[in-house]
């Protein structure tokens, strides 16, 4: 299987702390996607990032790919009590015969306290 | 620009019952995805539109699954007869091509007694 593995499975931190997150993979891929869902909610895109891409930011957000290690890492700076979520990420294939077949991990439940 | 839409919300059936979920996706959008979530969970994709054509239901369990989309809009997904293994939020997902990022709708939590 090619699925993504989240580390670690859960993380409690303080509001202003910085979180963060990781993810292997097995696979080549042609990239990989951070998502946030909040209990009871549908998933939230965050971040894209292409397999011939290194680093990309977004606001609060970084994440970093290494396809020699097949990790990825989210970091999320400052962190808020609304940062509370799963996170998950998911990979796509490059061996698929299409775009689009993602394969996510079990996730990380992150936990702000104000 | 409106979400992804899907209904209902909740479902609680008897196993062996039938059960179907609907999804419209966002305007435009040419792939729809549907996604089984465990408890506990990530999500696991049931089967991929490209417009109303398939692209992958390789995950799909046929005997009992089954997924529509007519004239490359809105989707059903249906569950004939239902197990109790099927308890599980469905999620439904679009994008405006498969390369792009996927807008989820709050899924449908179903229940099996």
């Known amino acids: 299987s090619q699925q993504g593995e989240e580390d670690p499975q859960a993380l409690s931190i303080q509001e202003g702390e910085n979180a963060t997150m990781n993810c292997s993979y097995k696979t080549s891929i042609n990239n990989l996607q951070w998502y946030r869902q909040n209990s009871g909610r549908g998933l939230v895109h965050l971040i894209l990032i292409r397999s011939n891409e290194r680093e990309k930011h977004s606001g609060r957000l970084r994440v970093t790919l290494d396809t020699s290690k097949k990790s990825s890492s989210l970091l999320i700076t400052a962190s808020r009590a609304a940062d509370t979520a799963s996170y998950f990420c998911?990979?796509?294939?490059?061996?698929?015969?299409?775009?689009?077949?993602?394969?996510f991990g079990q996730g990380t439940i992150l936990t702000v306290h104000p | 620009e409106a979400g992804v839409a899907q209904s209902p919300r909740y479902k609680i059936i008897e196993k062996r019952q039938s059960v179907a979920f609907w999804c419209n996706p966002i305007?435009?959008?040419?792939?729809l995805y549907w996604y089984q979530q465990i408890l506990g969970q990530g999500p696991k994709l049931l089967i991929q539109f490209q417009n109303n054509g398939v692209v992958d239901d390789s995950q799909l369990p046929k005997d009992r699954f089954s997924a529509e989309r007519l004239k490359g809009v809105d989707s059903t997904l249906k569950i004939q007869p239902a197990k109790l293994e099927d308890s599980a939020v469905y999620l439904c997902?679009?994008?405006?091509?498969?390369?792009?990022?996927?807008?989820f709708g709050d899924g449908t939590r179903l229940s099996i007694l």
């Open positions: 998911a990979t796509d294939y490059a061996g698929g015969t299409s775009y689009g077949k993602l394969t």
């Open positions: 997902a679009s994008s405006a091509n498969a390369d792009q990022p996927q807008h």
């Open positions: 305007s435009g959008h040419a792939t």
